[in-house]
């Protein structure tokens, strides 16, 4: 990941790196849309797959996606949880609070 260029997703997983869940049915596209204060602070497109996940130039490699009372998340290799969102719509939409932040929606576009 370029550090001259801290994007959304790299500041949501940084805030997560001690959270715990995820799994294949979350493959795909994702539009993903960071609300803080009621505000649409940014919208990206994300891809999740079993082995990363990338936004932009910026890419994460998965260790395991675990699925677990509705959660999934993400692990690196160190146990660290990268993402950690509720499951709605049969995966087609995941949320993800962030403490202290906001609210980040991943919605399937493909």
Sequence with gaps: ?????????ALLLATLANTAVAGNAIDGTY?????????????????????YIREGDNKLAIAEWVHKDGFVTARDSKGAALLHARIENGGDTLIQ????????????ID
């Design 1 to 9: 990941m370029k550090t001259r260029s801290l994007s959304a997703l």
């Design 31 to 51: 539009a993903m849309t960071m609300e803080a204060m009621g505000v649409q602070v940014r919208s990206a497109t994300v891809e999740l797959t079993p082995q």
């Design 97 to 108: 609070q962030i403490e202290g932040i906001g609210t980040a929606t991943f919605t399937r």
